[in-house]
């Protein structure tokens, strides 16, 4: 494929389909929305608004590393503040799926709502790739940021139009973009994280105290296998607790799930092959965090488990 040519053509529909209005986009720091925001800004200049929506599910430092990156870029962001909407919205829910709509109901209806009514603007520009509308339609798992394809109008639930430039790559095609368009490596290379972020890592309820628990998890494994170079490393926290012993007394502790995955596209994924040391290390530093006391690498390839747990 072309990419530049690609680049060219995207700015092009951005700019002729937003014409004199303004338009919105919500910037996570993953590669996706860092493109669409390069993209937009490019089409769109200062008629594209960047917010971040602090949604409480995020890795550690992320709303302060996505603003200095962007700032580097000359690219404004403003940081929404929606903990609370979120953390209420989950409170409760453990099936996975009604866990994933509650997300999406929130971001797209409550914050996104209030946000662009606020802002005036008459566009939502999205990062979807490809895969998130395959598996979306295919029925395998909501993805957050599906709309359009299960048959919501996003005009007349939400009062506002969609855009997706990126709906006809995959995560590599992204990539290329991302560099084309001279985003840092930080950016491009980061490995994939999903909409829904630290929810889909814990099985079970999302409160406020299981979510500190994955993101410290996150954050060991993310700094442990950072220079490995595999498509995506992750912690898990799941709903079921185990026996343990901690300063000799008995303790029933929550269980990490380590996955460290190979893929090229995230369709199909196999566990990697992770050195000893480097899981007894991991183990190690993860059976510190308080209230936890066992952890355990995930073997399994995609299909049949997917690379997300939730
Ligand atoms: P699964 O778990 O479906 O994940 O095998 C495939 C890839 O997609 C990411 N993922 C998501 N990305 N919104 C996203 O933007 C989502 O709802 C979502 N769910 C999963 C996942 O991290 C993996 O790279």
Redesign the pocket.
Known sequence: MDYKAFIEARIGFIRDTVGDASAINAL?G?V?SSVVTVLGHRALGDRLKTVFVDNALMREGEPQRVNRAFADLGIPVEVVDARRDFLQALAGLTDPEEK?EA?TRTFYSKVFGELVRKSGAKYLLH???L??IE?TVAG???????LAQVGIDPQEAYGYHVLEPLETLR?DGVREVARLLGLPPEITDR??????ALA?RIVGEVTESRLATVRAATAIVEEELADTGV??Y?AVLLSDKATGIRNGRREFGEIIVVRSID?VD??V?TAVEVPWETLRRICSRVTEIPGVNRCLYDLTP?PP??????
């Open positions: 996570s993953g996706d994933r997300i990062g979807t790739i895969t998130d598996e395998i798992k909501r993805q957050h940021n599906i995560k490995i994939p994280f999903p909409g829904p889909t498509f995506q992750m893929s995230a369709r994924a995609k488990a997917t690379i997300e747990y939730v």
